[in-house]
């Protein structure tokens, strides 16, 4: 069975750092597209960022362009994200997900082209 953990949230004040990491278990995801999302209170969940299965190119939300950095490490079939200057906005619960088709030129932003989804980890950043 294919499984998705993430693991590195907290609470950490405004400006602080954090770094989420997803280990994935049961398939070698090499050849996909990987992305975190979050979900925040009140709101649906949207895209934050995402790295291609070449690990060329990366996509992110614009909100946390130039804050936050998505890299990958298929050797250990794991997907990081690095969050620095953290603003109150960025509180949610983030999680990892897996593209549904491997060998995908573009990475998609739509939480429906994902098919593994991790459990979620939460972030929460104070004023």
């Known amino acids: 069975q294919v499984q998705l953990v993430e693991s590195g949230g907290g609470l950490v004040q405004a400006g602080g750092s954090l770094t989420l990491s997803c280990k994935a278990s049961?398939?070698?995801?090499?050849?996909?597209?990987m992305g975190w999302f979050r979900h925040a209170p009140g709101k649906e969940r949207v895209f934050v960022a995402g790295?291609?299965?070449?690990?060329?190119?990366?996509v992110y939300e614009d909100s946390v362009k130039g804050r936050f950095t998505i890299s990958r490490d298929n050797a250990k079939n794991t997907v990081q994200l690095q969050m620095n200057s953290l603003k109150p906005e960025d509180t949610a619960v983030y999680y990892c997900a897996v593209e549904s088709y491997p060998f995908l030129t573009v990475v998609r932003r739509n939480a429906l082209d994902y098919e593994y989804w991790g459990q979620g980890t939460q972030v929460t950043v104070s004023s």
């Open positions: 790295i291609s299965w070449k690990a060329g190119s990366t």
């Open positions: 049961g398939r070698n995801f090499g050849a996909h597209n």
